[in-house]
C-alpha cells in the first residue's frame, strides 16, 4: 500500500536554529515527491519537486533532498514567517494520484 | 504555475441541505481534482475531473454525495449533497498543469450544523 508519513507531527524553534523535517515513503513506484507550505486558512503552496534519489533544491532558507526512501525538508537559520505546516506528497509512477503526508507544523519563535 | 480562485471561501450551512463550491482557474488545464481536509489531517483525494469525461472518484467518495462538474477546461464544481457535520472540512480544488506539479486553491471551508 502506498503511504506516506511526517515526522515530527509539530515542531517549534527558536529564531535561526536551522533544523529538519522528515518526509518517509513506500510507493510502488515514485514519479516524483514534493513539498508544500500551507498558511491557516489558506490553500498549499508548491515548494519543490524531487524526482530521483540524490537530487537537491534549495530556496532561500529551504533545502530539500531526497533519498530511495525518504526525503528532508532543512531548514537553515529560520525566522517567524517560515511558521506554517510544511507537507509532502508523492505521485506514484502507476497514474496520477498524489498521496499526502499529514504535515509538520512549524513555528519559529522570535 | 497557475492562479485559482474558489467561491464561496467559507460557509455554514444546515444539516441535509447541499452546496456548491466553484473553482476557477485562469488558464486551461486538462486535470483538476478535488480535496478534502479534514481539521488536524492531510489532503484526501475526492476525485479527479477531466474536462469532457465523467469524473473519478477515489475509494470511499461517490458521486450521489459528491456530484462533480467540468463544463471545460477552466471551470469545476463540487457539490456536497445532504450534508452532515461529518461534512465539515476544508474542500480544495487543485490543478496539474504539467506532468509533475500540481498547484492548489485557496480552499473552502465548510461547517456544517
Known amino acids: 500500500e502506498d503511504q506516506v508519513t511526517q515526522s515530527p507531527e509539530a515542531l517549534r524553534l527558536q529564531e535561526g536554529e536551522s533544523s529538519s523535517l522528515n518526509c518517509s515513503y513506500t510507493?510502488?513506484?515514485?514519479?516524483?515527491l514534493f513539498w508544500y507550505r500551507q498558511d491557516p486558512g489558506k490553500g498549499p503552496e508548491f515548494l519543490f519537486t524531487?524526482?530521483?534519489a540524490g537530487e537537491e533544491k534549495e530556496k532561500e532558507r529551504l533545502k530539500a533532498t531526497l533519498t530511495k526512501k525518504e526525503s528532508f525538508l532543512h531548514i537553515t537559520a529560520p525566522k517567524p514567517e517560515d511558521s506554517a505546516t510544511y507537507l509532502c506528497?508523492?505521485?506514484?509512477?502507476?497514474?496520477?494520484?498524489?498521496?499526502f503526508g499529514t504535515g509538520t507544523s512549524l513555528t519559529v519563535i522570535p | 504555475s497557475a492562479v485559482i480562485s474558489q467561491k464561496p471561501s467559507r460557509d455554514i450551512c444546515q444539516r441535509g441541505t447541499s452546496l456548491t463550491i466553484q473553482c476557477q482557474v485562469d488558464?486551461?488545464?486538462?486535470?483538476m481534482f478535488w480535496y478534502r481536509q479534514q481539521p488536524g489531517q492531510s489532503l484526501t483525494l475526492i476525485a479527479t475531473?477531466?474536462?469532457?469525461?465523467?469524473?473519478?472518484?477515489e475509494s470511499g467518495f461517490v458521486i450521489d454525495k459528491f456530484p462533480i462538474s467540468r463544463p471545460n477546461l477552466t471551470f469545476s464544481t463540487l457539490t456536497v449533497s445532504n450534508m452532515s457535520p461529518e461534512d465539515s472540512s476544508i474542500y480544495l480544488c487543485?490543478?496539474?498543469?504539467?506532468?509533475?506539479?500540481?498547484?492548489f486553491g485557496p480552499g473552502t471551508r465548510l461547517t456544517v450544523l
Open positions: 487543485s490543478v496539474a498543469p504539467g506532468a509533475n506539479e500540481q498547484f
Open positions: 510507493v510502488s513506484g515514485l514519479r516524483g
Open positions: 524531487l524526482y530521483s
Open positions: 506528497a508523492v505521485q506514484v509512477s502507476t497514474g496520477n494520484q498524489f498521496y
Open positions: 488558464s486551461q488545464v486538462t486535470m
Open positions: 475531473a477531466n474536462q469532457g469525461s465523467e469524473a473519478t472518484y
